[in-house]
């Protein structure tokens, strides 16, 4: 198994793209990354993309997305892993490229939400879910989490304030962000005054519907000069249903994955220097924390209030706003993590630059945890 | 890059299965391919599916087949191609365990279209074509296949009855196929009486809805005894519009792909004994065969007609009734192909048997050839 590291990254800004369609978001994404890593010859192309099928009714989105960058032929294929589907495309770029049977592969992700009603895109969004069993209920993915939001305050003490911090200090990482979707602050106080989507989840707690495509270039580390290396890359799935599991407050996904990983990597969490996690609510950045192996379990929400997580704390996490703030266009969303992940390991971060940042990790996430792909990232 | 080889392969019947879900017919076709390999543990599941969205709202199959075959945790990732889905899969499932990354690798196809309204149907299969340029006019796949066919019949002659034996061959085929959803013969005067479907293609010369799921075990070559190697495996692209396209009745997509399996696996047309091609309408199979390099531009259905695919002819082909006699669910459908071709390779097709057969090829497509997948199996 060969040696594998980022060539190029690329995206586009995160928001309501009303004047372009998935095609010319992904267009834009891919092109840059091939513009950034100063090369245009590809083997392969994945497509990461959750919900075309439901919002604009279009599959085949590996052989369009091939066309869209004037690459018609291409050998090309869509993955889909719900909210996943960007970090487990890269999984699959990873292997191709690893494997010796492709040299340079591009893996883009994009999603188009805003051109549709609310109602249809949280209808989408629960389709991953199970249809059989948990969706038919109506109940909504921030519902999901909203119970094991309840839970876990029961359980550990914590209080709805410092879970609510998981939203501000990714807010705080956003001001500046030129491809942030709300690159603003947002303080405790109004995230905890806004309306509540889910009870107790607030709406200032939960990612927004976004538009935005990302890109990554993969190709063998020998042939690429100041890369970034990729030490590790798993996935792991778990029940979907959070009452199948061994215990709702713990995503043995994330578990499975990382601790893979890091054996693979052969790194500890205290040798990260930057993190991005999946917080399409407050409560999944919180567990996806823990379950990564940064705190302790039921720790989380009291030291992101803390400050843990700010860019002078234990672990730098969301450094450009994580899904809350810099956006979270499902399908491309961790793509989006890994190319800002690059940023940092390259040192280009400008004003969210985390000073000597070698070590980088990304934790791409599906549903409550259904599948979720972890990357581990290296400097050379 | 390591040998790979088919360990085991498992199918259900195709048809109205009214009564089971797509859970329950993932799981009988993925454990009887574990069963026929007796091997049980695995790495990693593909999951080929096109329709889920459209049809049952559901995405991340990845993470519910795998708890659906007692395996929640396994890595797992759906793989959507449109109609191609099934040979796209087995081409990511060949390449994790060529990389020497995996080692047991489980990839299942599976399609429940039969619960639907069939115009629900007929609107989430084009949703392999362009929404926004094709799919938007109200064509249906069919009614692509139909240009195709009329301007078929306009260079080079062909009668609708010669194209229309394409179907009637297929039939012959599926004869006393326990696994097949139509297994009786269907005289060329029943194809040729039966309703328009899309002018001049008539109902009985389409592939119909149906419910299935199949399944293929690929590990490596040296670990399995008297395995079926994977000689060549690729995958191809090509614009969606027949209009963008050189010529819209050349296949690039499927001439890219084969060129480059018979290139890999150093074999001719000429010699390979077994054959499955896609024939959701005649003109596909047709153009197929053409573009697959058996038969010269424009002598397809000429040659089909006076019998050069038969059990005894040129080029065995569609052995167990294809897409429209075995059946066509549809992101199963290229598994059922790659598993039939094995049988025929094992020598365990029974009374289908092509005498001496060692090299068989599947060729899985999308749409009107928008993506197409080769598969190259030998015996060894």
Redesign the interface.
Known sequence: ?RRVAVAGIGFTKVGEHWDR?FKELFAEATLAALKDANHMEIDQLYVAN??G??L?????????T??AIGK???????????QASGG?AF??AF??V?????DWVLVGGVEKMSDLLPEAVT?AL???????YT?YTGVTKTGLSAILHRLYSHEFGATPEEIGWFAARSHDNAVGVAHAQYPFKLSIERVMTSPMEADPIRMMECAAVADGAAAVLLGPADKIEAGIEITAS???????SIA?RKHPLTL??VK?AATKAYEIAKVEPRDIDVLEVTDDTTIDGVLSLEDLDFFEKGMGAKLVAQGATTRTGEIPTNNFGGLKARGNPVGATGLYQIAETVLQLRGKAGSNQIPEAKIGMAQSM??VG??CAVTILRRV
Chains 1, 2 share one sequence.
């Open positions: 198994m369609n959750m919900m099928a439901h604009q009714g279009q599959l085949s989105m590996g052989a369009i091939a066309e018609p032929g291409l050998p090309a294929v869509r993955i889909e892993a719900g487990v999984h699959e292997k191709a690893a494997s010796g049977i492709n209808s629960a389709g991953a879910e199970e249809q059989d969706a798993t996935v792991a799935t778990d029940h979907l199948a043995e996904a499975k599906a549903g259904s599948t």
